[in-house]
């Protein structure tokens, strides 16, 4: 079975810095799927924000791109989301994705609040 476990949200002042991990396990498998991140805001969609395939191609979403950059460790079965310029308008919860073979898996959400 599969889990995705984030980690590194948190309370940050405007035009600060975070990095959220995200670590999965469930089989070797894991590490040939695109793996990403999604965040949802209170009253909004879960929207896309950045996703890397097992070769690290990259795709951002226009409101992250040039602030945020993702890169992930085949190895450990992890991704990361460096988050850089934070703005209010990046609060949100953020989700680790895997795509599956049939759905696709999230993580539970970690909570990134960007405030002064």
């Known amino acids: 079975q599969v889990h995705l476990v984030e980690s590194g949200g948190g309370l940050v002042q405007p035009g600060g810095s975070l990095r959220l991990s995200c670590s999965a396990s469930?089989?070797?498998?894991?590490?040939?799927?695109?793996m990403g991140w999604y965040r949802q805001a209170p009253g909004k969609h879960r929207d896309l924000v950045a996703i890397?395939?097992?070769?690290?191609?990259?795709d951002y979403s226009d409101s992250v791109a040039g602030r945020f950059r993702i890169s992930r460790d085949n190895a450990r079965q992890t991704v990361y989301l460096q988050m850089n310029s934070l703005g209010p308008e990046d609060t949100a919860t953020y989700y680790c994705?895997?795509?599956?073979?049939?759905?696709?898996?999230w993580g539970q959400g970690t909570q990134v609040t960007v405030a002064a």
């Open positions: 469930g089989g070797d498998f894991i590490k040939f799927y695109t």
């Open positions: 994705y895997l795509a599956g073979s049939g759905s696709p898996y």
């Open positions: 890397i395939t097992f070769g690290g191609v990259t």
